[in-house]
């Protein structure tokens, strides 16, 4: 019987790959949306991030959110996104 293959993605803040369940998806909808994605399957352009505020303010700081996503970012979206992530998934 053969085993099932686990997801791996690498956070864009601390670059350690991990199993993709542990990471929270980022996303650039179509309409150019920034979301968090708790379901992983919303369409558009993905980066992965472990839920640590030190990995958002990591990606922040070097600019890698904006150049994964391909778009500029607002600092008011990067406000958005930490409290998602403190609200959803305290660390």
């Not at 992983?40 to 600019?63: A, T």
Request: with cysteine; aromatic share 2%; hydrophobic share 30%.
């Amino acid at each position: 019987m053969a085993l099932k293959r686990i997801p791996q993605r690498m956070c864009a803040g601390c670059r350690q790959v991990k199993d993709k369940r542990e990471l929270i998806r980022i996303v650039r909808t179509p309409l150019g949306e920034i979301l968090i994605d708790p379901t992983g399957k919303k369409p558009g352009r993905g980066v992965y991030l472990c839920p640590k505020m030190e990995c958002l303010n990591l990606v922040n700081k070097s600019n890698r959110l904006e150049k994964s996503l391909k778009q500029p970012i607002s600092p008011e979206i990067i406000e958005s996104l930490k409290e998602g992530i403190l609200n959803e998934y305290r660390s």
